[in-house]
């Protein structure tokens, strides 16, 4: 209201300061006094402008009517402006003064208010239009401001009657929820108990299996004490009875199978790595057979370390060609090299009893499959496993012992019911490797460790990079 206030007496006060101007200018010039009238009179409108301004007032005037009436006129409009009336003053003097009252109040407006300039100057009727536009938009931005205000209010209105609406449902939901919550947690402490006392039977009657189990052992053991003092007695007496037969006729070195020969290398293609064998198809070779290379005409060695790997890729009749995966710049395969390899034979199938753990790949860690490749070998190549060793066993493999665990207490035994379980399974695991040992050097079947059966059968460089599938 204020501005609007403001750009009124503004436009009023500019309306009056046109009509100042029109006069102080056509005054300003000659500096008369208002009782020089017919002197002015004739200097400010000559016989044609008085004719002129006779026909806009619609009558014929004098000159000195015109001009007492043009300064009545500017007397009422300099006091409406201004808003006072300087006695005695001259026009000059009161359009000065109108026109520094509107130079102060436009300078007073700032940049709340501008004027409108036109090819001749301060155009007061474009002022006008502009600032009464600007007070128009001013006007329309309040209203729309007011109407989003209002629309506003309204939404945060629904918005609280919805977030309260929102919260009373959480709060029924929630309170749906909890009480839930207290019936499941009821039942769950209702099995908690049940179960608890379901494990408390079964853990009675598992110490009650166990102390069972205790006993048979115990009459187990007795049973095996008494076994093995007889059977250390019946080795004893065999024993007794191989070294008063080695007295009469000394027996054969058991190892010297193992040790034999297989074939001789009859052909080297150094370009290509191959080597040519003198056996074929004919004597049972196949693909994927490998062999260590041994000194020609000297003694495979015991820890059955070769000067080089081979393996066959192609078979004839009576002759097959082997590549050559390993060999030593040092010692180099030359012609009549022999040839081994532990598990194969061209007449007979050796049989193998394998125990203990292996580390097949050999990268520093026990395989849990390695005693299953050792046997994949075996069977691949013509062996055949078995189980315990006896007279007919040719070849013992041995990797490392087993690791029997330590005896559970019972307190273990509450904390895994299974630990006794695998605490079982390691013992029998351990007196099965123990008892294969000494069942091989009872009947004096060789016992070869994993270094050297890979030696001996060729497949150490391979076992690094492949599995014997």
Do not use: C
């Given at each position: ?220 053991n007795?049973?095996?004490l ?10 004893e ?36 790595d ?23 005409n ?61 580390d ?45 665990m ?15 379980q ?7 695991s ?22 050297r ?17």
């Amino acid at each position: 209201m204020m501005l609007y206030t403001v750009l009124t007496f503004v436009g009023l006060f500019l309306v009056a300061a046109v009509f100042a101007v029109f006069f102080y200018v056509k005054s300003e010039d000659y500096k008369v006094q208002r009782d020089d009238m017919a002197v002015e009179l004739g200097k400010l409108a000559n016989d044609r402008e008085v004719r002129e301004l006779s026909k806009t007032v619609g009558k014929p005037l004098a000159r000195e009517t015109i001009l007492g009436t043009m300064l009545t006129y500017l007397d009422e409009m300099v006091s409406a402006i201004t808003g006072e009336f300087v006695e005695g003053a001259t026009a000059s003097v009161r359009v000065n003064g109108a026109k520094m009252q509107i130079n102060e109040t436009v300078e007073l407006l700032g940049d709340d208010a501008s004027g409108t300039y036109g090819p001749d100057g301060f155009d007061l009727l474009q002022t006008i239009r502009s600032l009464k536009s600007e007070l128009d938009t001013a006007r329309a931005a309040a209203r729309s401001m007011e109407a989003l205000l209002n629309e506003t209010h309204k939404n945060i209105d629904v918005a609280q009657e919805n977030w309260r609406l929102e919260e009373r449902r959480l709060i029924e939901e929630k309170s749906r929820f909890q009480a839930m919550a207290d019936e499941i947690q009821g039942k769950y402490d209702q099995l908690k108990a049940l179960m608890q006392e379901s494990v408390n039977d079964q853990v009675k009657i598992y110490m009650d299996r166990l102390q069972v189990a205790e006993d048979k052992l115990k009459q187990k053991n007795k049973e095996l004490l008494k076994l093995q003092t007889q059977s250390a007695k019946t080795d004893e007496a065999l024993q007794d009875a191989l070294s008063r037969l080695e007295k009469i006729k000394p027996r054969p070195d058991t190892e010297v199978e193992a040790y034999n020969p297989d074939a001789r290398i009859v052909d080297i293609d150094r370009q290509t790595d191959v080597v040519y064998l003198d056996i074929g198809s004919s004597d049972h070779v196949y693909r994927g057979l490998t062999f260590s290379v041994y000194d020609k005409n000297v003694p495979i060695p015991e820890n059955g370390k070769s000067k080089a790997e081979i393996e066959v890729f192609h078979v004839s009749d009576t002759v097959s060609a082997a590549r050559i995966n390993t060999s030593s710049k040092k010692n180099p395969i030359v012609h009549e090299d022999i040839i081994a390899n532990l598990i194969w034979d061209s007449k007979k199938s050796n049989v193998f009893v394998v125990a203990g753990r292996f580390d097949f790949d050999r990268d520093g860690e026990i395989d849990r499959d390695g005693k299953e490749k050792v046997e994949r070998l075996i069977e691949r190549w013509g062996g055949r496993l078995a189980q315990e060793v006896t007279i007919n066993t040719d070849f013992v493999v041995l990797g490392e012992p087993p690791v029997q665990m330590e005896q559970p207490t019972r307190q273990d035994i509450e904390l895994d019911l299974m630990i006794d379980q695998r605490y079982q399974e390691s013992v029998a695991s351990a007196e099965q490797y123990n008892e294969i040992l000494r069942r091989a050097n009872t009947l004096r079947v060789p016992i070869f460790n994993q270094s050297r059966f890979m030696y001996l059968i060729g497949y150490d460089s391979l076992a690094r990079t492949s599995s014997p599938f």
